[in-house]
RNA sequence: GGAGGCUUCGCCUAGUCCGGUCUAUGGCGCCGCACUGCUAAUGCGGUUUGGGUUAAUCCCCAUCCCGGGUUCAAAUCCCGGAGCCUCCGCCA
């Protein structure tokens, strides 16, 4: 949710970023009409509670002959007061349905335009020359017996898949890598419940135009999380923190499960668009004044992650109407992929300004001791399925094995290489 | 799955049986002031969170886990739900 105060202060403001997002501006009006009709309402009700508050106390104090006079004066307030009452939250709904449909109002520096008008702002590595025809990455998985597309599909259907051997071996690896960086970098490890309330779900702002990719579990009234931050941003939900000591950091394991809606024909071969994969993401809750500075440390955190990895990369700026409901701007990393050619998104991050915390009712104490909602940001440290794609890809060798990235060996025993039929190395790291 | 108990303004706690005096008690913590070479101690005052209104103060409304209900009036009575705890059953 915006913040009300804001439409009210700057209604322009917010009109410009409904444009640029390519949203309906004219909802500004009608979040301003139902604010002001409600605000109406709320004076009405408040007086009339009082009035009949007192007329309340009158009927204790009333003598014997005044007593029924007083009564039947307080009975025809409290019948008022619930037929108001009735009409207020009707207006309180409305409120909230206008509140709702506007999403987050877009940062100063994003990009205009589309999906495709993102800004590449820097390219990072050596897109490597293969002299031998590149396979892909389920190809080359295949061949080590680290993927298991076909058998996924038996048990579970399109899209989901079996890690096996190296495959199973690399997705924990990855994870200590990226769970040990953010370790050392003062996050907190959590490990995140995958299933969570509607109130979640809606809180993160998944549950608007994109609630056809969520995975819905209706006996229980419960979701898949589509990643961890759903589930960390609920964390603190209806908490005042401590930001004092600076932005409250976590970096969060979990399954993460996307349904794909819409998506019939786009990367149907491999890891790279599944239903489920596990995710290690960062979040991060801080004063609204530090998230734009928070928000190029996760960046950087994330870059590193991908260079630790010896992967080629570029950073790109989304564009205002490619922009998630809770972002108010949003950076992607692509990786080089040799058999696309091209850079594919394998991390994200997300300034959501105040905008999730304000549903959620997470704050935080300033310095003069006030209650402020807070401001969250997320990003990807590693989307474990994709990254395995790609590296397989990138680390490709002609002979059929696989690099492996030095900062991965200590938690694949030592190994330098993948090689089919290889003997697998206890992940044990020495010392 | 079954039975019972608990949930009060940061923490602890009184109040709930028997509705109005609750504008919620007390302690701890915290903030301010006074006293004091300093610290401590002591004394006095303040200290839930939202919303409305205002230039600001004042004031008004809501808020005793949540949602309904009864009543002129609910922390208190009734119904439903959540969370926590104990026991039984089942289970990785």
């Avoid at 039947?72 to 509140?99: G, I, T």
């Avoid at 495709?116 to 990455?137: I, K, S």
């Avoid at 998230?291 to 630790?308: D, I």
Wanted: one cysteine or more; aromatic letters at 6%.
């Amino acid at each position: 949710m915006i913040d009300l105060r804001l439409v009210r202060e700057n209604p322009d403001l917010v009109r410009a970023s409904q444009r640029a997002r390519g949203d309906d501006e004219s909802l500004v009006d009608t979040l301003l009409a139902a604010d002001a009709v409600r605000r109406e309402g709320v004076k009405r009700v408040d007086d009339l509670r009082g009035e009949q508050k007192a007329a309340s106390q009158a009927v204790k104090k009333a003598s014997p002959e005044e007593r029924p006079a007083v009564l039947e004066r307080a009975k025809a307030l409290a019948a008022e007061v619930k037929a108001v009452e009735e009409e207020q939250r009707e207006a309180d709904a409305a409120l909230r349905a206008a509140h709702l449909k506007i999403a987050n109002v877009v940062h100063d520096d994003v990009p205009p335009g589309g999906e495709d008008d993102a800004v590449t702002l820097r390219t990072v590595g050596e897109v490597p020359a293969y002299d031998f025809p590149v396979r892909d990455h389920l190809e080359i998985g295949e061949a080590l017996g680290a993927i298991d597309m076909e058998r996924g599909a038996k048990v579970s259907g399109s899209r989901f898949y079996f890690l096996t051997g190296p495959g199973a071996l690399l997705e924990f690896a990855l994870a200590q890598l990226a769970i040990s960086r953010a370790v050392a970098a003062g996050f907190t490890p959590v490990i995140a419940p995958a299933l969570v309330k509607p109130t979640a779900m809606e809180g993160t702002g998944f549950l608007g135009e994109h609630d056809e990719e969520v995975y819905r579990i209706e006996r229980d009234d419960l979701y898949l999380v589509g990643t961890s931050e759903v589930a960390i941003a609920g964390m603190h939900a209806d908490e005042v923190l401590d930001l004092s000591q600076g932005p409250k950091r976590y970096a969060g394991w979990s399954s993460c499960f996307r349904r794909e809606a819409g998506s019939y024909g786009k990367d149907t071969r491999g890891l790279i668009r599944v239903h489920w994969f596990d995710k290690v993401e960062m979040f991060s809750f801080c004063a609204p004044e530090d998230a734009a500075a928070e928000h190029l440390r996760l960046l950087q955190w994330e870059e590193e992650f991908l260079q630790a990895l010896e992967l080629p990369y570029r950073v790109v700026d989304i564009a205002a109407g490619d922009l998630g409901t809770s972002a108010a701007r949003k950076f992607d990393i692509e990786a080089w992929f040799p058999t696309q050619g091209t850079y594919r998104e394998l991390t994200s991050t997300s300034d959501c300004t105040t905008f999730q915390a304000r549903r959620l009712a997470i704050r935080y104490r300033d310095a003069e001791g006030k209650n402020q909602t807070a401001a969250t940001l997320n990003g990807t440290l590693c989307a474990i399925a994709r990254t395995i794609a790609c590296l397989l890809e990138v680390h490709q060798r002609s002979d059929g094995s696989v690099h492996v990235p030095v900062a991965l060996r200590p938690w694949l025993g030592g190994v330098e290489a993948l090689t089919p039929g290889m003997t697998l190395a206890a992940p044990v790291p020495t010392a």
